[in-house]
């Protein structure tokens, strides 16, 4: 009984593993192409984390099974007791600690250079809001100031694209919103850094653009800011990935990176006359 349990964990473990390189490699089964000029860190970071991880799962499956096996039942030998060896368990603790620890400090280098710095100062200006269940992209216009919000003046009933005040509840008092551009589709233009504002008029969401590896919650009563570039034109999927009500999963919108002169060209047709 011993025996088998031991050979039936290493088969388990060995086909799990194979399973998972197997779908990684054939199925692309995997993230979507990367397109910022962040992701490539992102990408070995994640990688070095699953390769850590996956050895440390499979040597310590294996040692599973080669305790089963060695330690079986045999005969009618009766158990001992152990109360442990302080020495083994110190190195274990220790050898955990220092591979968490490094795991943590150079991915948190990753992260800070995304969330705790700025961006370039000549970066494109967006303000992302989620509200249920949309996602409103709103630029600065030529003044490349944001016009005053208000929440008593948001319409949701006239949520036709740019109108005022809008979703957004943009104040018509305020001279910097007159040109505004409000649009459901995200447009930026290629190696460009882009400085996304975001916010949240009702509950929570998250800002997920999963070819850009970036991530970051909305939360309301908070303008929080994160920054990008993107290095390859095309559309890109923008998903909510923060559950925020029933019809969460229609949260949706995309992305679409053009070249600087297209991106005008976007922004010029919509600016308000
Ligand atoms: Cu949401």
């Not at 984390?49 to 039942?73: D, H, K, M, S, Y």
């Not at 509200?131 to 944001?146: A, E, H, K, S, T």
């Not at 929440?151 to 009933?157: H, V």
């Not at 559950?243 to 992305?255: D, I, N, S, T």
Request: aromatic fraction near 12%; glycine fraction near 8%; proline fraction near 5%.
């Amino acid at each position: 009984m011993g025996r088998f349990l031991a050979i039936l964990i290493w088969l388990v473990t060995g086909g799990t593993v194979a399973f998972f390189a197997w779908s990684k490699a054939k199925t692309g089964w995997w993230f979507p192409e990367a397109i910022s000029t962040h992701a490539g860190a992102m990408d070995r970071q994640f990688n070095l984390t699953w390769v850590v991880v996956g050895v440390a799962f499979f040597l310590a499956q294996v040692a599973l099974g080669f305790a089963v096996w060695r330690f079986r039942a045999k005969g009618d030998e009766r158990a001992n007791y152990s109360e442990g060896n302080t020495r083994t368990e110190m190195i274990l603790v220790a050898v955990t600690a220092i591979v968490f620890i490094a795991l943590a400090i150079t991915g948190q280098r990753v992260w800070a250079s995304l969330h705790l710095n700025q961006a370039p100062p000549d970066a494109i200006q967006v303000e992302v809001t989620g509200q249920q269940f949309l996602w409103n992209f709103r630029y600065p216009g030529l003044d490349g100031r944001f016009g005053m919000t208000n929440p008593m003046l948001y319409n949701d009933a006239d949520n036709s694209i740019g109108s005022r005040p809008g979703p957004l509840g943009i104040d018509p008092r305020d001279p910097s919103g007159k040109d505004d551009v409000v649009s459901g589709l995200m447009v930026v233009p290629v190696n460009r850094p882009i400085n996304v504002t975001l916010r949240a008029k009702d509950v929570t969401h998250d800002f997920f653009v999963p070819a850009l590896r970036l991530k970051q919650d909305a939360v309301p009563g908070l303008k929080i800011n994160i920054h990008f570039t993107a290095t390859k034109e095309g559309r890109y999927e923008i998903a909510c990935a923060e559950l925020c009500g029933q019809l969460h999963h229609q949260m949706r919108a995309y992305l679409e990176v053009r070249s600087q002169a297209e991106f005008e060209k976007w922004l010029g047709e919509r600016a308000p006359k």
